[in-house]
Structures are given as structure tokens and as C-alpha cells.
């Protein structure tokens, strides 16, 4: 019922609704592909049965382990307000839906084409799955590059936890800090997108065994410094105030987090960033600790 619900209206759920995606390990480790490139580095390329899963929409007190986006001991389950995308190797059951979902790997980039693979294609009752969802692991500093055709687009999900300003500038500091440590990532992950897109393209048709250029190329990402701008120091102290009063309580706590996800329709691609807050307080002296999640703020961002 969520999961139509979200694709009827993609746009209006996620204004409304914060959605977390959380999916199974990768369950074909021998199709995933690893391209090397000129200057040293390399991405994975996710291929086969990996590029389609399935996706069914649920509230968090359904999804026990719920892991949170930063570490693994933390659960989200006993939250209230989260939605789950919770993506699966295998059809949970007749509503879910199928989708490419794109995994993230640490000071890594990954890649893929939302087109069904040729040589190992998912299948139900001999028909070749053609998901109209996209959905990539959620974000917490990470980049997502869309590029190509709206009808095939190319998607990349870049990390760069490692990279640091040149001054050893990183998220902890303060506004300034966060300001040159983000620029420094995002700098990083757009050379190594650069790379790959100019060594290893895959935008265009293949027509007679050769690559052809796109006609159409739109290329756009979703930056930590659109979705996630309430980390600074100076904003999250704003976000810290207007919550206090807006609950009535005191030295509340706030995380921002950011999901990407993408829809088509009538053959063509739109792709979509939400950000997500949640709000850790007291309701009361000596009560226990509640974590709600609260103001998505959805917004097209390709094409």
C-alpha cells in the first residue's frame, strides 16, 4: 500500500514523509565489476542479477535490526516518523515493486547504467524485470551523480570520508571548516567521476559493438552541501533553538541526513534528493530519550 502510494506521487510522499533506505548485502559478489583507471584508482561497476532488487515501503517499528545511518549498534526501529525503503534481493511479497539499487562502498565510487543486463538479467516467470524506481544507499556526506539520457541515465554514488582540506579541515570544525573540508570531497568525487566518464563512458547506445555519444547528456549531483547543510556548526545551532521551542524542550539533539532516490515515467527519469531531520529529546525530566523524525524537504534535482 506506502510503496504505491510513494510511486503515485513520489514528490508529495517525500515532502511529507522522511524515507530511509535500508537493503540486504549485495547478493552476487561474482557479478559485481571492477574497472581500473589511468591515474591509479578504480570504481565497481554494479552488473547482473545486483542491479535489481525489490523495494516495499514500511513503517520502522516494522524493520528489526533497523542499523542507523552512521553506525551499525544504533537502531532506528523504536523511532517514530521514519518510513523505510526497504530493499530486498528477493519479492518479499506481491506489493513490493521492483528497483535498481545502487550500493556505497567507503572512499569508493560506484556505477550503474538503469538499463536490465544483458547477459544475467533478473527474471519473474521468464520476463526480464525493468524497475521504474531508483533507489542508492543512503547519505551521510556522499555525492550521487546522475549523467546521461533521461531514458537510460548513468548513476554514481561517490564517497570520499577519507579527504580532508588541505589544511586538515574536516566536518568536526566549524562553519569555515566544514566549508573547505566539503568543497575538498566534493572536489575529489567529481575528478574521479571526471575520470571515469572520460576513460570508461558508458552514457551513450552501443550500436554494432561500439559505444555511441549521447544525444541528450544531463549531468547533475546531489552534493553533503544540498542536502545536509544543517551539520555546520552555526546551522545546527539554529536547528537546536527552533526545536526546543517548537517541542517545549530542552538541549534537544539534531542529525540531518540526506536519501536519493529516482522515478520513471512515460520512459523518461527524474531523480530526487530528500533531507531528513531527526530530533532526539526528553519529553519530560528523568523520561526516556524519544527520536522523531521530522520536516523532509524533497526536491527534484535531474534532470
Same mark, same amino acid.
Given at each position: ?6 510511486? @503515485? =506521487? %513520489?514528490?508529495?510522499? $517525500?515532502s511529507?514523509?522522511?524515507?530511509? !533506505?535500508?537493503a540486504d ?10 574497472v ?8 565497481t561497476?554494479?552488473r547482473?542479477?545486483n ?5 516495499q ?14 553506525s551499525?549498534?544504533?537502531s ?5 516518523g ?7 534481493? @528477493? =519479492? %518479499?511479497g506481491?506489493? $513490493?515493486?521492483p528497483?535498481?539499487?545502487l !550500493? ?10 538503469l ?15 525493468d524497475?521504474?524506481?531508483f ?13 546521461g539520457?533521461?531514458?537510460q ?26 566549508a ?6 566534493i572536489?575529489h ?9 572520460a ?11 561500439i ?8 549531468t ?8 545536509m ?16 521551542r ?6 534537544p ?12 515515467t ?10 531528513r ?7 519530560a525530566?528523568?523520561?526516556?530519550y ?7 524537504v524533497?526536491?527534484?534535482f535531474?534532470?
Amino acid at each position: 500500500m506506502f510503496i504505491q502510494n510513494f510511486m @503515485n =506521487r %513520489p514528490h508529495g510522499f $517525500a515532502s511529507l514523509h522522511c524515507v530511509y !533506505p535500508n537493503a540486504d548485502p549485495v547478493a552476487r559478489l561474482d557479478q559485481l565489476h571492477s574497472v581500473n583507471l589511468a591515474g591509479g584508482g578504480n570504481f565497481t561497476e554494479i552488473r547482473g542479477e545486483n542491479k535489481v532488487s525489490f523495494c516495499q515501503i514500511l513503517p520502522c517499528a516494522m524493520v528489526n535490526p533497523l542499523p542507523s545511518d552512521l553506525s551499525p549498534i544504533v537502531s532506528y526501529t523504536n523511532d517514530i516518523g521514519l518510513w523505510v525503503m526497504r530493499i530486498t534481493h @528477493n =519479492r %518479499p511479497g506481491p506489493s $513490493a515493486v521492483p528497483a535498481y539499487y545502487l !550500493p556505497w562502498r567507503k572512499d569508493h565510487m560506484m556505477r550503474m547504467k538503469l538499463k536490465p543486463s544483458p547477459n544475467h538479467p533478473k527474471q519473474e516467470l521468464g520476463i526480464t524485470l525493468d524497475p521504474d524506481l531508483f533507489v542508492t544507499a543512503a547519505l551521510q556526506g556522499c555525492t550521487v551523480i546522475v549523467s546521461g539520457e533521461p531514458a537510460q541515465p548513468l548513476v554514481y554514488h561517490l564517497n570520499a570520508a577519507s579527504v580532508r582540506g588541505a589544511g586538515g579541515e574536516t566536518f568536526a570544525g566549524d562553519d569555515a571548516d566544514f566549508a573547505v573540508a566539503a568543497q575538498a570531497k566534493i572536489g575529489h568525487m567529481q575528478n574521479l567521476f571526471g575520470q571515469a566518464q572520460a576513460q570508461q563512458p558508458k552514457e551513450g547506445p552501443v550500436v554494432g559493438g561500439i559505444r555511441q555519444p549521447p544525444v541528450n547528456v544531463v549531468t547533475q549531483g546531489a552534493h553533503v552541501t544540498d542536502y545536509m547543510r544543517g551539520i555546520q556548526p552555526g546551522p545546527h545551532a539554529a536547528l537546536r533553538n527552533y526545536y526546543s521551542r517548537l517541542l517545549g524542550v530542552r538541549n534537544p539533539s539534531v542529525e540531518q541526513y540526506g536519501t536519493v532516490f529516482g522515478i520513471r515515467t512515460l520512459g523518461t527519469w527524474k531523480f530526487y534528493r530528500q533531507t531528513r531531520n531527526r530530533v532526539g529529546y526528553r519529553p519530560a525530566d528523568g523520561a526516556p530519550y524519544v527520536y522523531t523524525w521530522m520536516d523532509p524537504v524533497c526536491s527534484r534535482f535531474w534532470p
